[in-house]
């Protein structure tokens, strides 16, 4: 019996049925369409599905989606500003860090994260944020570069 989910995603109120054991990851996709989110392991391993709720970060493929009941969920769908790209957006264009693009929108994510906790991180602490997040096709400097770059702009520096 499908559940009925009244929640908040990328700042609009949201309504979607699911089944009780159906992930957020699939809710995501299959019911609301927002298909940035990826499954790459489906088991918590990789990121790819990265989201935030409530302001913490998850893999969406760890949750239920009757779980988002009532939550503020952010996903990669909501960084930009229309047709303005978020920094972190930008910036992985700029340094060519993606390749295929799975996992780049848990990557984002992540780096969001932790830009809103931590906006002047270390090199060590950013390897370190993104650390749930892999990629089987970049190498991670030209990724923890762009965090750097954006990081810098999102400052004013």
Known sequence: M???VSTTINGD???FA?????TLLDALRNRVGLTGVKEGCGTGDCGACSVQIDGRLVCSCLVLGAEAEGREIETVEGMADGATLHPLQQKFLEHAALQCGVCTPGFLIAAKALL???PDPSEEEIRFGLAGNLCRCTGYDKIVRAVQDAAKEMRGA
């Open 13 to 15: 109120h949201v309504e």
């Open 18 to 22: 699911c089944e009780p054991d159906e």
């Open 2 to 4: 499908a559940l009925l």
């Open 116 to 118: 809103e906790k931590n």
